[in-house]
């Protein structure tokens, strides 16, 4: 791959699940790639700064703002999207709890919340605040947020007790 970022090039990346070759440049992001190459906008262009988390996807498990992340820092690296939790018992708790008002935020929270029921299941009102801070909503809806975010955890622990 060429250094001054213009010259395009094939990479495989694995995203949703799937193997994808797809055309980049050096500069590319990922949410240029995700947004522009593959068709997957659930990842918001907003702040393109690092500071609202509208961007966010997993990478390797682990949250990550697409906006500044480069397409081939993630070559060989599992990447999901929202799109893979569409319609997941997550998506339908955000619904179910308001958690969403103009929706632009809620990929990212979803995400973030996907991550944190899998690396912290008991997560106290100190962690889950900690975890979330990565994310800002506009609407300032914050207390149907966390009102989900603790039912996705408290689910979570009755699937696994029954
Ligand atoms: S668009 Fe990436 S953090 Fe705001
Ligand atoms: S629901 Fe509108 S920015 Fe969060």
Sequence with gaps: MNTNGTEKTIVKLHVNGDS?????????????????????????????????????????GEPQHACLSLTVETVNQPVTTI???????IQKIFVEKWAIQCGFCTPGFILNC???????????????????????????????????????LQNNKNDFAS
């Design 20 to 60: 994808k070759d797809v055309m980049v440049r050096s500069a590319d992001t990922l949410l240029e790639t995700l947004r522009e190459e593959l068709g997957l906008t659930g990842a918001k262009r907003a702040c393109q700064n690092g500071d609202c988390g509208a961007c966010t996807v997993l990478i390797n």
């Design 83 to 89: 799109e893979a939790l569409m319609n997941s018992p």
């Design 114 to 152: 996907h991550a944190l029921s899998a690396k912290h299941p008991d997560a106290d009102d100190t962690t889950i605040e900690e975890w979330m801070q990565s994310n800002l909503c506009r609407c300032t809806g914050y207390q149907e947020i966390r009102d989900a975010v603790k039912t996705v």
